[in-house]
């Protein structure tokens, strides 16, 4: 049964597809808001957001604002007149004018266990924190980031082997199905928002391209962190002989390092020493080729030790 709500969805990344699907299922969605066509790969063709390819499959309007505060986007918004907008990894921040709109307010799809994680990029935060445990926290919205009461929170554990591509997988399906359990009791007034703790808050600003460079006068724990945070973006990389190298799989080894930055082959795998252990580098990717094991580039490459 479709509840006579009517819904404004707003998000852009495959992480904020299982939200609208599940809404589409259940409430009428009276149009979906996300960010415009972006350049992708070597040819820059542009390439749609994720959830504007879903929202067309299924039928619903969509409107792509380079900001929201743009008088047609703010015109368009009024026009479908939602009771409710829900947001999920929209890219955007929401002002009073937006927030007050719907009469039930906007709620927000966030992937942390909040106040952890406010801010642009708490899963990828997560995993560079070293943190055990992540998850999936629907929250009412204000002005601030990431500051709004709660609704609902879940917890998944941080495996060692997660990255932020496998960690966004397992929190989008979990992200979709709190916000059907929570908007039924929500609208209804059952269920009221509580305010964020003030204690245990924590920043993930937005990642910038730069942040990949691994700088080896850290612990090799806190790059093998890295590695796996900044995968699939923006990636992790160094420069040996004048080529950039991208870093996709990596292990921290607590075997004493022989200096920062010094590289040298440990167990058949290029490695490079850190300011505490070393990183074995178990995946790379020379600029312009294709991913190979580390071992398979040592076949190939000259002069990669400068340490025994």
């Known amino acids: ?29 009276a149009g979906v808001v996300t960010q415009p066509d972006r350049p992708a790969g070597r040819g820059g063709i542009l390439k749609p957001p994720a959830v504007k390819a879903a929202a067309l499959h299924l039928g619903i309007p969509v409107i792509q604002p380079e900001k929201l505060r743009n008088p047609e986007a703010l015109a368009q918004l009024r026009t479908w007149a939602p009771d409710l907008i829900v947001v999920a990894a929209f890219g955007q921040i929401l002002r009073p004018n937006v927030l007050d709109l719907p009469k039930f307010g906007c709620i927000n799809i966030h992937g942390s266990l909040l106040p952890r994680g406010r801010g642009a990029a708490p899963i990828q935060a997560a995993i560079l924190a070293g943190d055990q445990e992540t998850g999936i926290t629907i929250m009412k919205m204000d002005p601030g980031v990431d500051t709004g009461p709660v609704l609902i929170q879940r917890a998944i554990p941080i495996s060692p082997e997660d990255t932020a591509g496998s960690l966004f997988k397992k929190l989008a399906p979990i992200g979709a199905e709190l916000l059907l359990e929570t908007l039924p009791p929500y609208l ?11 204690e245990g808050v924590t920043y993930a600003p937005m990642l910038k391209k730069e942040d990949g460079l691994l700088d080896f006068t850290q612990p090799a724990t806190a790059l093998e962190r890295r590695v796996r945070a900044f995968n699939p973006w923006p990636g992790t990389w160094f420069e040996w002989n004048g080529t950039l190298v991208k870093v996709l799989h990596a292990q921290a080894s607590a075997e004493k390092s022989p200096g920062a930055g010094l590289r040298f082959i440990f167990e058949g795998y290029p490695a490079i020493g850190t300011s505490m252990g070393m990183l074995i580098l178990e995946e790379i990717q020379l600029a312009g080729k294709k991913s190979m094991p580390g071992k398979a580039f040592l076949a190939g490459a000259r002069g990669w030790k400068n340490h025994d």
């Open 1 to 29: 049964m479709v509840s006579r709500q009517r819904i404004v969805f707003m998000g852009s990344p495959d992480f904020a597809v299982p939200a609208l699907e599940a809404l589409a299922d259940h409430y009428s969605l």
């Open 188 to 198: 209804s007034g059952d269920l009221q928002p509580k305010p964020q703790p003030a």
